[in-house]
């Protein structure tokens, strides 16, 4: 009886331990999850903070500045250049000048790329050409330029007679030709246009591809930093004054030349579609010359606008002519009081017609020249002014043997 007693006590006592052991393991197995827990948690909240400590040190100017000296010369393409242009780092007085023989090379590349021929898409291109560097002082010996872009099919059948313009005046003019994709042939070596066409698409007249190629051509001549002023031409197009004469009118110029007029007849606002209403209102609407010549400050807001140039490619089309149009009315939306409304280039519409007058050979005389030179008077940096056109078109080939033959005498060119 006493034996079974004890047998009893000891089974009653090993189930006691048995389920004091479950329960104390139950306990601590809690516990470790419990602390596994809170030790996870405590290391997302550190690696957060150690982050958000770190981010903000390398961003620091106490950081990064210092370093500007050290880096290697940035390529012209690099996206980081590119950046660097349009951030409150360079308007910094502590920034370090560009001026070291290690820098000058990347420093021409950037201010005036070698090649004109890039693969950039029409969006990155201009993208690139809207950057504008925050400090209005140059780190180089600048002098402004003139950047003669020729929207044209092909060859420049009076390429000889702008030879003879430009000769002697390299480092004051740039440029640039937009061809049809399916002209290949190039100029001779020794030939001013030797090179300077830039990538191209097709062009359709009267349509938005028209001015998509001007904004192109914009866009490109905007890469060189000494580009002050920005005219288009055409290949019907030829100088009605030497180069001094026109370069100096320019350059000296307050105002940009874009024509921009409000015409009341059906060509003109009979043209304005509703549908453009309220970005576009009919008091904005003007009508001009394709053909412009702009400061480098409007042509750099020309190839920014996102805002008016999708509204005139989806609401401008024939009989609408956006190349008649869509300038005109923005820069009268954005900078009036920066141009001075009128074109440069000398056209006759005399004749009337969906397009002006084609000289041929025997038309070109000194008398009928200085009509087109001297015709009239206009307003210019607010005086009065006899030159008021420096370009007129359209030149046949034909002309280019009178032409070269009183240039000497007439335009002041080189024999």
């Given at each position: 009886?006493?034996?079974?007693?004890?047998?009893?006590?000891?089974?009653?006592?090993?189930?006691?331990?048995?389920?004091?052991?479950?329960?104390?393991?139950?306990?601590?197995?809690?516990?470790?999850?419990?602390?596994?827990?809170?030790?996870?948690?405590?290391v997302?909240i550190?690696?957060?903070?150690?982050?958000?400590?770190?981010?903000?040190?390398?961003?620091?100017?106490?950081f990064?500045?210092?370093?500007l000296?050290?880096?290697?010369?940035?390529?012209?393409?690099s996206?980081?250049?590119?950046?660097?242009c349009?951030?409150?780092?360079?308007?910094?007085?502590?920034?370090?000048?560009?001026?070291?023989?290690?820098?000058?090379?990347?420093?021409?590349?950037?201010?005036?790329?070698?090649?004109?021929?890039h693969?950039?898409?029409?969006?990155?291109?201009?993208?690139?050409?809207?950057?504008?560097p925050y400090?209005?002082?140059?780190?180089?010996?600048?002098?402004?330029?003139?950047?003669?872009m020729?929207?044209?099919?092909?060859?420049?059948?009076l390429?000889?007679?702008?030879?003879k313009?430009?000769?002697?005046?390299a480092?004051?003019?740039?440029?640039?030709?937009?061809t049809?994709?399916?002209?290949?042939?190039?100029?001779?070596?020794?030939?001013?246009?030797?090179?300077?066409r830039?990538?191209?698409?097709?062009?359709?007249?009267?349509?938005?591809?028209?001015?998509?190629?001007?904004?192109?051509?914009?866009?490109?001549?905007?890469?060189?930093?000494?580009?002050?002023?920005?005219?288009?031409l055409?290949?019907?197009c030829?100088?009605?004054?030497?180069f001094?004469?026109?370069?100096?009118y320019?350059?000296?110029?307050?105002?940009?030349?874009v024509?921009s007029?409000?015409?009341?007849?059906?060509?003109?606002?009979?043209?304005?579609?509703?549908?453009?209403?309220?970005?576009?209102?009919?008091?904005?609407?003007?009508?001009?010359?394709?053909?412009?010549?702009?400061?480098?400050n409007?042509?750099?807001?020309?190839?920014?606008?996102?805002?008016?140039?999708?509204?005139?490619?989806?609401?401008?089309?024939?009989p609408?002519?956006?190349?008649?149009?869509y300038?005109?009315?923005?820069?009268?939306?954005?900078?009036?009081e920066?141009?001075?409304?009128r074109?440069i280039?000398w056209?006759?519409?005399?004749r009337?017609?969906?397009?002006?007058?084609?000289?041929?050979?025997?038309?070109?005389?000194?008398?009928?020249?200085n009509?087109a030179?001297?015709?009239?008077?206009?307003?210019?940096?607010?005086?009065?002014?006899?030159?008021?056109?420096?370009?007129?078109?359209?030149?046949?080939?034909?002309?280019?043997?009178?032409?070269?033959?009183i240039?000497?005498?007439?335009?002041?060119?080189?024999?």
């Amino acid at each position: 009886m006493k034996q079974c007693r004890i047998t009893l006590f000891v089974k009653e006592l090993s189930v006691r331990i048995r389920k004091e052991l479950i329960r104390e393991g139950s306990f601590q197995i809690t516990a470790t999850i419990l602390l596994c827990l809170s030790m996870a948690f405590f290391v997302v909240i550190l690696g957060i903070f150690i982050n958000d400590h770190v981010r903000k040190f390398i961003v620091s100017e106490e950081f990064y500045l210092p370093q500007l000296t050290k880096f290697s010369p940035l390529s012209p393409w690099s996206p980081y250049s590119q950046f660097l242009c349009n951030t409150s780092l360079f308007s910094s007085p502590t920034s370090p000048p560009l001026n070291s023989s290690t820098s000058n090379g990347a420093l021409r590349d950037l201010i005036a790329p070698k090649e004109l021929w890039h693969s950039m898409s029409d969006k990155e291109l201009m993208w690139r050409a809207s950057m504008v560097p925050y400090l209005v002082d140059y780190p180089f010996d600048r002098t402004p330029k003139v950047a003669f872009m020729f929207l044209s099919r092909g060859r420049l059948p009076l390429a000889s007679f702008w030879e003879k313009f430009f000769k002697g005046h390299a480092g004051l003019y740039s440029i640039y030709l937009h061809t049809s994709p399916e002209y290949h042939n190039e100029m001779p070596e020794s030939s001013v246009f030797y090179k300077r066409r830039i990538p191209s698409k097709p062009v359709d007249w009267g349509k938005a591809t028209m001015v998509d190629a001007e904004r192109r051509l914009l866009a490109n001549a905007l890469l060189d930093f000494s580009n002050e002023r920005f005219v288009l031409l055409s290949e019907t197009c030829i100088p009605l004054f030497n180069f001094t004469t026109i370069y100096n009118y320019l350059i000296n110029s307050n105002h940009s030349f874009v024509s921009s007029f409000d015409d009341p007849r059906h060509i003109g606002r009979g043209r304005y579609n509703k549908q453009m209403w309220p970005t576009i209102t009919l008091p904005d609407w003007r009508k001009g010359s394709q053909w412009f010549e702009v400061r480098r400050n409007l042509a750099v807001e020309i190839v920014s606008d996102v805002t008016y140039y999708p509204i005139f490619k989806e609401h401008c089309r024939p009989p609408c002519y956006m190349d008649e149009h869509y300038l005109a009315t923005l820069v009268n939306k954005l900078r009036p009081e920066m141009n001075s409304n009128r074109s440069i280039t000398w056209v006759d519409w005399s004749r009337g017609g969906s397009h002006p007058t084609k000289f041929v050979r025997k038309d070109v005389t000194e008398a009928f020249l200085n009509q087109a030179r001297y015709g009239l008077n206009c307003s210019y940096n607010r005086g009065l002014s006899s030159i008021c056109f420096l370009f007129a078109r359209k030149f046949h080939p034909s002309t280019l043997e009178p032409l070269l033959r009183i240039a000497p005498s007439l335009l002041g060119f080189d024999p």
